[in-house]
């Protein structure tokens, strides 16, 4: 009993600490330019290094699904709305196809909700292989290319492979008609059957007005040491456990629940972006799926994010030099979680916040509306810009094909 007493206050010697050189930091807070190529990147300007051709295809594949459920806004996958919405409008939208260097096909495939808001994937195959038909009985592009030279945004959590259970994911694979296009998806994991090379990983959304309004000064101490608010264990889909998150969110439950200096709970209160703000590090776990939102407000909001999630692939890693702002924990390290954030010396972690706190890092992980230079929108396409030009043997030889049009589910072949 006293050897736990001695513990406790030597955690609670140590969280006093934190506060007092917090404090101290957000009193002196100063940016840090994001050193060599990775800063130039992230701040490249797409305008003028690439065209790109919208299809124009019938109100069924975008908007009519949006207006029978406005939900889609607003939830982690809207980026396939918000940058079709984008496109529309940017100087890098050309009307004239034959100028193309990419022809993008707006089909919203995760605006399917249940009512308590999770996307059905279920139709997604079906959908996708009819937008697909559509462009390839009226324009030549398509079959020029069989896709080579298209980019479709998939948002799922398991991308093309359209399935929310990796185990079925895996199974499904890509789809088939997908393989030569290029991947525009938040799924992200090396070495994965749903991530095939040359996928652009983007963040997932995140309302970015709803942010803004929660901010607070950044004067303010980050008092918490560490901070998480989500799921541990999810009964309903996993009642053994252990399949949920590779079983490594109930190991931080497990082994922190009690720890001062770990602020966890499964309750999400209103003050939850505020939490954020006031707190060094935020834990960034996998779920079902390897990312979450929680990425994008933890570098938003400055806090550090402790990223558990082994092999995975962040946004814009070409741009975004996640090691300087990140701490990688494996999965199978978690119990060691307090030992190895504590072990941090304390100039790292400045420095760290230092880079967090530059404007165009936040920038990059958002989809504002209006776009704004830097943002999401335009990381995307500077990551097809730097795929250009394309090689001359995307372009298919007279009557030559690839694709199978028959291969998959026998389900996914059905009309849409």
């Known amino acids: 009993m006293r050897d736990r007493r001695c513990v406790f206050t ?5 969280s006093t600490f934190w506060r007092i050189e917090a404090f101290k930091f957000h009193r002196a807070q100063k940016t840090e330019r994001i050193s060599g190529s990775a800063g130039d990147v992230l701040e490249d300007d797409p305008v003028g290094r690439l065209k790109v051709f919208v299809y124009e295809l019938p109100s069924k594949y975008n908007k009519k699904i949006l207006q029978k459920d406005p939900r889609c806004l607003t939830h982690m996958f809207a980026a396939e709305i918000f940058v079709h919405r984008f496109l529309l409008s940017s100087p890098v939208r050309t009307l004239n196809p034959e100028e193309a260097d990419w022809f993008y096909t707006p089909v919203y495939t995760t605006c399917d909700l249940t009512p308590n808001g999770l996307p059905l994937p279920f139709k997604s195959p079906r959908m996708m292989r009819s937008a697909i038909q559509l462009i ?9 290319t069989e896709g080579a030279d298209h980019f479709f945004i998939v948002p799922h959590d ?5 399935h929310y259970l990796e185990e079925k994911a895996i199974e499904r694979g890509i789809l088939p008609l997908l393989q030569r296009a290029t991947l525009v998806q938040t799924f992200g994991q090396r070495n994965h059957v749903c991530l095939k090379d040359g996928s652009i990983i983007i963040p997932p959304y995140a ?16 008092s918490i040491f560490v901070y998480f608010r989500g799921l541990f264990y999810d009964v309903g889909n996993d009642p053994e456990g252990g399949y949920y998150a ?6 931080v439950w497990e082994n922190f629940k009690d720890n001062p200096l770990f602020d966890i709970s499964t309750e999400h209160p209103t003050t939850y972006y505020e939490d954020m703000q006031r707190a060094i590090f935020c834990l960034c776990p996998l779920g079902w799926a390897p990312w979450s939102p929680r990425l994008v407000e933890a570098v938003v909001f400055g806090c550090i994010p402790v990223i558990i ?21 494996a999965e199978k390290d978690v119990p060691k979680l307090d030992t190895i954030l504590t072990s941090i010396p304390i100039e790292e972690i400045l420095r760290k916040q230092r880079v967090l706190a530059n404007p ?6 958002l989809f504002p509306h209006p776009a704004q230079a830097r943002d999401a929108f335009h990381q995307i396409l500077n990551g ?13 030889r007279s009557a030559e094909s690839v694709l199978n049009w028959t291969a998959g589910p026998v389900g996914d072949l059905k009309p849409w």
């Open 207 to 222: 309302p970015p007005q709803k942010m803004q309004a929660h901010l607070i000064s950044p004067s303010t101490p980050r």
């Open 136 to 144: 390839s009985s009226n324009w030549p592009y398509w079959n020029a």
């Open 360 to 365: 165009s890092m936040k920038q990059a992980m």
């Open 384 to 396: 097809l810009a730097r795929k250009l030009p394309h090689d001359r043997s995307i372009y298919m």
């Open 10 to 14: 030597l955690l609670l010697c140590f």
């Open 309 to 329: 999630a082994d092999d995975i692939v962040l946004p814009f890693a070409d741009a975004i030099p996640w090691e300087d702002i990140g701490v990688f924990v």
């Open 246 to 251: 590779r079983g490594a969110r109930a190991s």
């Open 158 to 162: 398991f991308a093309a492979c359209f």
